[in-house]
């Protein structure tokens, strides 16, 4: 084809096209028009691209179209807009709807890591299968602690950091299996359970118990929630209501991607914690308090800021346009 000819011929229909998006304001008529000479456009761009592949006229024709398409699709959301309705509604809303689930998974763990701690400090041959007396005495008298300050601040906050992000993340992102999440509360609180065992064992139940208060407050609510949102996830999929499986999985996938988000944030403030104020020499009302202090502000965006955002009827999800058209219907 040749594109002198092309632009020849439709020189005319452009500039109409262009003449109509640079208008402020539209009528219907010439909105009718608008979106019939777009799409005349489009087919005379894929034709000039199909022919002669990347040409000044057609990157000409595209930022002609682009402009067009502005008109009727919408110009994207101001990206603060975006970031402040994430932090003050979306995320808040998709936090409120798991805080009874998050609840039972914290009562879940407890329980667990509580009975794993009754069993070792029970049954002496159990806990002589941790490892020597020697061993479990260097850890409890020494190791326990200086696991917080063997390392730079910076590198082993950004190194429990990630670790904590990880699992979150693998509990929202493989929620949807069943097991996972079980398998990660479990180990979780046998880790818990068997740490707290070897301390009391040796008179050191105010060390574990200090030393995890301030930053483990934040970073043990923060793993509740992932697992809350696997769960909820996996429930989708399992009981979906009046929604097919594949709508029931994608609201919920969309809504939960958020917390998966969030988290990551408020992991690095945990994260933070444990690498910059746990080590510290500083009295642990201060040092708690801290860990309090976040923690509060997490609930304050849970159940302050998402019975708000509930009420108004979010969820977390995207905006209808987002999220696009779930069923095509007549009339």
Not at 158 to 179: H, K, L, P, R
């Amino acid at each position: 084809m040749d594109l002198d000819a092309l632009a020849s011929a439709r020189a005319d229909d452009w500039q109409r096209l262009d003449a109509l998006a640079r208008r402020p304001r539209l009528d219907g008529p010439e909105t009718d028009e608008l979106i019939a000479r777009y799409q005349s456009a489009a087919s005379d761009l894929s034709t000039a691209k199909t022919t002669a592949g990347s040409t000044a006229l057609g990157d000409r024709l595209s930022i002609i179209i682009a402009r067009a398409r502005l008109r009727f699709t919408g110009a994207p959301e101001n990206p603060l807009r975006q970031f402040t309705r994430f932090w003050l509604v979306a995320l808040p809303a998709a936090l409120y709807r798991l805080r009874w689930l998050t609840l039972a998974v914290a009562v879940a763990t407890f329980v667990i890591a509580a009975l794993y701690t009754w069993w070792i400090l029970a049954d002496p041959r159990v806990f002589a299968n941790l490892g020597s007396e020697a061993e479990l005495k260097q850890l409890a008298d020494e190791g326990f602690a200086a696991y917080y300050s063997e390392h730079p601040h910076g590198s082993f906050a950004g190194q429990v950091w990630t670790n904590n992000a990880w699992i979150a993340a693998q509990c929202v992102a493989f929620g949807i299996v069943g097991f996972w999440v079980p398998y990660v509360v479990a180990q979780n609180a046998q880790n818990l359970g068997v740490n707290a065992a070897i301390m009391i064992h040796f008179d050191e139940a105010d060390t574990f118990f200090l030393y995890i208060a301030p930053h483990g407050l934040l970073e043990l609510t923060c793993i509740f929630v992932a697992a809350a949102a696997g769960l909820r996830i996996f429930w989708a999929w399992i009981a979906p209501g009046p929604r097919s499986r594949g709508q029931s999985l994608a609201a919920e996938g969309r809504s939960l991607f958020t917390v998966a988000i969030g988290l990551v944030f408020w992991l690095f403030v945990s994260g933070l914690i444990e690498g910059f104020v746990t080590p510290q020499p500083w009295p642990w009302v201060v040092k708690i308090g801290i860990g309090a202090v976040a923690l509060a502000a997490f609930l304050t965006t849970m159940l302050v800021l998402g019975r708000r955002a509930a009420k108004a009827g979010e969820t977390g999800d995207l905006a209808e346009f987002d999220s696009g058209v779930h069923r095509l219907v007549s009339g």
